[in-house]
């Protein structure tokens, strides 16, 4: 079980404004990892430095695909990196609302498939075989995430619970070894966020992916993570097990404020 | 209650409408008498119309807002279903293409013109609608690629003599080049920023080709270009324009062929994917410069390849053809027809350019309707005559998988 993923020494600025200052993280395979924190503590730009959204100020982002080589991946595209295997979902769910629910994971498949205009144009041999394969995985997918009885709906229609969902089943479209999961549990009911951590960990358990996810829902993160990092002012300030962490006066004192600190 | 606070608003509308049309409607100065005449019936009329015309719209706007609420049958257009009812479908193709096919031999030279016309726009819709309706990059330069089409064919025939039908891929290609060039440059714009820029490169081409007298002899223009030679036999006039309808016909069936296929590729899915959500386009690993830049170039060259069509066809050219006004009107076809589908693009193209030609007779007030019947199309049906429809698939379970 190695290291695939390596942060070392990673800032962020806006401006001015430092939003992440000398960060380092490391995921082991195989792990579920949580990253906490406040509000404003810079995960998301976190998650958006390691994605290629944003160009880190300083530091190293480093993968190791299993069976690879290990690579350096800072300042790449987004679309170069997710297809080096990091897929990612968004805080604020970014489907494509005007394609259907079968649209949406045909359209995570595109970084495994290869048919180009032409093909497009002529359908040959390949590209149908291709295109009939791409049907068929993600029809499989949306069944493995209980979506597949509104393959044809487009994916506005669906209800709040299933987009989240929807999105998670897009990024495994990918095929990604590291999943990054921004605020899965957001607006999600207990029930359904109960079935998140079923989820979360077949996903691990079953498809072999890491997983490394921000959440504000404490009951999930404690219940699910292997290993917890707290962020704060764009500084980790702990790292530990869920038990350690629960226990740690630097976490609560972010979280709480001084006079909670026993 | 509603009724009292309606009427009251219809009766401000139409108050409004009396004030603003005073001057016009109302006064009138006799020269010749020296005097006024004050025409106070007009304003009655005035008033009376505008109050019920107001009632109308609301009670339209209404409409519109209650069935919006209601089910999904409704979103499906009637012609829609009409379409894909399989039992229609084929006797419904067949009364088209044999019409179609016709049509050059029953109606006059005139019609076949305007026909010819319609479906040359078509073909800049179809083309237009790859980079508005499918990627969703607004571009108000199109008309840029269609005079580069279009000059492609007059330079080259009037310098080397090269024929219609050798220059007509040819004129593709330079508009797939353009569309690329253009590309590059704006590949970090999005929405109005790109709309602003594509429009000054439509300008640009526009100007130097107005003022580069050496290389495109200015205002005055290109005569003289050949129609296209049907196996070396050079036909009548009539003759002439009824090949060129059916020469167009076959294009604007190879550019729908083309465009159906593409829409329902990957490269089409990546389209509608960059449409829908930059961010989370690129996060499912799509390129969005190759994307970006394969949306331009392919509907560049539908506008290219229709240049070299409208350069035979008009057998003059000068850069007063390729204005601005006319990248409006390819991008109100677009948009009237509803974006991103074909069926949507053609009975735009009908509408739009049928419109104008047949209101002739109405000559003073043909531009005045036209008007109204785009503001109207764009409150009530803003998505466009036909709603894109996404494409579903058949699976031997969905029966046991639904609830």
Known sequence: MGTILEVSGLSMDFGGLRAIEQFDLNITEGEIAALIGPNGAGKTTFFNCITGIYSPAAGDIFITPPGEKRKRINGLKPNIITRSGMARTFQNIRLFPNMTVLENIMVGRHCRTHSGILGAVLRGLSTVREEKETIGESYAILKKFGLSGSANELARNLPYGEQRRLEIARAIATKPFLLLLDEPAAGLNVRETLELDKLIARLRDEERISILLIEHDMRLVMSISDRITVMDYGKKIAEGTPDEIKNDPVVIKAYLGEEFVA | ?403
Request: charged content about 15%; hydrophobic content about 55%.
């Open chain 2, 1 to 403: 209650m509603i009724k009292l606070a309606e009427m009251k608003k219809s009766f401000l509308v139409s108050l409004w409408f009396m004030f603003l049309t005073f001057p016009v409607m109302v006064i009138r100065v006799n020269p010749i008498e020296k005097a006024v005449e004050w025409r106070w019936v007009n304003m009655l009329f005035i008033g009376a119309g505008s109050f019920v015309l107001s009632f109308l719209w609301r009670y339209l706007l209404r409409r519109k807002e209650a069935g919006r609420g209601s089910g999904k049958i409704r979103n499906v257009p009637i012609f829609w279903r009409a379409v894909s009812e399989p039992k229609l479908r084929v006797p419904a193709l067949a009364a088209v293409s044999v019409f179609a096919a016709a049509f050059p031999f029953i109606f006059s030279a005139y019609q076949v013109n305007i026909m010819t016309t319609v479906l040359l726009y078509i073909m800049l819709g179809l083309g237009l609608n790859i980079v508005v309706g499918l990627a969703g990059l607004l571009d108000l330069g199109y008309v840029a690629f269609y005079a580069v089409g279009a000059y492609s064919y007059a330079l080259l025939n009037h310098h080397l003599g090269l024929g219609f039908w050798t220059v007509l891929p040819f004129g593709a290609l330079m508009g797939a080049v353009f569309g690329i060039l253009l590309g590059f440059p704006v590949l970090r714009l999005r929405g109005d920023y790109l709309a602003i820029v594509t429009l000054g490169f439509g300008e640009i081409i526009r100007l130097v080709l107005e003022n580069w007298n050496e290389f495109s002899f200015g205002p005055s223009g290109i005569a003289n270009i050949p129609r296209p030679s049907f196996f070396g036999m050079q036909l009548s006039l009539q003759g002439a324009s009824a090949y060129m309808y059916f020469i167009m016909t076959g294009l604007v069936l190879l550019t729908v062929f083309v465009v159906n296929r593409l829409q329902d590729s990957r490269i089409g899915r990546a389209w509608i994917a960059l449409r829908e959500d930059e961010i989370a386009c690129q996060a499912m690993g799509i390129d969005k410069t190759k994307t970006k830049l394969a949306a331009f170039a392919l509907g560049a060259t539908w506008a290219g390849m229709a240049g070299v069509i409208f350069a035979a066809k008009t057998t003059f050219i000068n850069p007063a053809s390729f204005t601005f006004l006319e990248s409006a009107m390819i991008l109100s076809i677009v948009v009237l027809g509803g974006m991103g589908s074909i069926t949507g693009v053609i009975c735009g193209a009908f509408i739009l350019i049928l419109l104008p030609e047949y209101l002739r007779a109405f000559s003073d007030f043909r531009m005045l309707l036209f008007g109204a019947i785009m503001v109207l199309m764009m409150v009530f049906r803003p998505q466009g005559l036909i709603s894109d429809m996404r494409r579903t698939y058949e699976f031997e379970d969905t029966a046991e998988k639904g609830l």
